[in-house]
């Protein structure tokens, strides 16, 4: 079935051609018009024609426009997607140093911590202008976002504009990916080495043999029922012994929480620990595989000149191959795939508003659950209450967000010094205060909601 999809960041070397290859090799969508937005220009010349050679070669019967003004692109569309960011790793690098002079450790400081408020800050007015836009060019289109923090966008989108939205994320993988590791035997997989992209190919192989469901927030969520497919049989307590006994160094943060709150978590030591205050103690806890910081900011750099380097050979025409290749593994091509077909389709994982889904979360906040799409959108699947700790955790967590949106939309000093103090990775009000004089000071080109 045809339809208008706009992509906003397809000048992204990673983002870009992974989600173009989900598109282009979609036989449900063959002769539908992909629109891609990007203010790079340079960056979306080279994949707009990396898209126009795919197109062809493939045999996809799209039709591919390109334009660095939105505006241009989103007259008629049926679904916009969104994957932004602006100057990444050096603001990213920003929201962590200068929170940690102030001694607010983060593991991340990109979806939670003090950190995250200034990420929520710099992208949300973004995402309300495109909202905005889409109210005026397609009411009736919907988003698909992917820009981090992911609930906090979908929260300004569904607070303060019309626009039907959903976050989607691929956190959930990590949970199928720990638990295939610890039921590696019974489900006859081969374990890998440990490291992070192998154990996701690993959850990729169990989705066809168990069956997860978790909820929770976007990057705190909790598998609550592990199944096999086909019997049904209930393959936690299994699940339960094989991890207890696997090498101590494998996810240790999430099995302690495990262990303490009788429910495991699914996303993996990493974005869990953004959450979790009580397990980055100066004196207790290294600092992380990277130094200071679990992410590694040079890295990702080189990595991304090295994904251009390769988009550039493509598009002059070497051979068609990575993500491009593979597809970015997302969800957003499948949901709309159900979307036009009405396919009643199940989705393992999208944050939305919540309708009771989670019992002891509020309603209207943005939860990530279970869901069925079809013709009628995208609706959640109820799970019932969280265990009550995880779900205060989780409360807590709601409400620094409710309140960082609120902050970023409306330009509140007042707000953003009350989203800090809620966050429980800081401790102090006056050295909460002054960090973020200094953030607003050093990044006030990105946020100048706050200097009206």
Not at 75 to 90: C, H, L, M, P, Q
Not at 272 to 292: I, N, V
Not at 361 to 375: G, H, K
Request: glycine share 10%; proline share 5%; charged share 20%.
């Amino acid at each position: 079935m045809k339809a208008k999809i706009v992509v906003i960041g397809a000048g992204s070397a990673s983002f870009g051609p992974a989600i173009l290859g989900d598109l282009l090799q979609s036989r449900a969508l063959r002769g539908s018009t992909v629109s891609l937005v990007d203010l790079n220009p340079h960056g979306l010349e080279l994949v707009a024609k990396l898209a126009e050679r795919a197109n062809q070669e493939w045999d996809a019967g799209m039709t591919i426009e390109a334009a660095t003004d939105r505006r241009d692109a989103l007259a008629g569309a049926d679904f916009v997607i969104t994957s932004i960011a602006v100057a990444r790793e050096k603001l990213w690098r920003q929201d962590w140093e200068i929170p940690a002079k102030y001694g607010m450790r983060q593991p991340l400081g990109e979806n939670g911590g003090p950190g995250a408020a200034f990420h929520t800050a710099r992208n949300a007015t973004m995402i309300l202008d495109i909202c905005k836009d889409m109210e005026k060019l397609c009411p009736d289109a919907w988003l698909l976002n992917f820009t981090n923090p992911v609930p906090r966008m979908t929260l300004v989108a569904r607070r303060y504009s019309k626009i039907k939205a959903v976050g989607l994320c691929h956190q959930i993988g990590m949970g199928y990916a720990i638990a295939a590791f610890a039921l590696a035997e019974e489900l006859g997989l081969k374990r890998p080495d440990g490291e992070e992209w192998g154990l996701y190919s690993l959850g990729h192989q169990a989705h066809s043999l168990i069956d997860i469901k978790a909820a929770g927030i976007n990057h705190f969520t909790f598998m609550l029922d592990i199944r096999r497919q086909g019997t049904g049989e209930d393959l936690y307590p299994l699940f339960r012994e094989r991890l207890s006994h696997m090498a101590a160094g494998f996810q240790p943060l999430t099995r302690r929480i495990f262990e303490a709150f009788g429910v495991c978590p699914a996303t993996g030591d990493g974005h869990l620990a953004e959450y979790t205050h009580w397990s980055h103690d100066p004196q207790t806890r290294p600092w992380g595989k990277y130094g200071l910081h679990l992410y590694d900011w040079d890295g990702a750099e080189k990595h991304r000149d090295h994904m251009w380097d390769e988009i550039e050979a493509m598009a002059a025409g070497a051979p068609i191959s990575g993500r491009l290749r593979s597809g970015s593994g997302e969800r957003a091509v499948p949901i709309i795939e159900a979307m036009l077909e009405n396919g009643n389709a199940y989705e393992l994982a999208v944050d939305i508003p919540n309708r009771g889904y989670i019992s002891n979360l509020p309603d209207d906040a943005i939860v990530e659950v279970p869901a069925v799409v079809s013709r009628f959108g995208i609706n959640g699947v109820g799970v019932g209450p969280l265990p009550e700790p995880i779900a205060a955790v989780c409360r807590t967590q709601l409400t620094v967000a409710s309140l960082a949106v609120d902050a970023a939309v409306q330009g509140s000093r007042e707000l953003l010094l009350q989203a800090l103090l809620m966050d429980p990775m800081v401790n102090d009000m006056d050295q909460a205060q002054a960090m973020m004089h200094e953030m607003l000071a050093v990044q006030r080109e990105y946020l100048p909601q706050f200097w009206g």
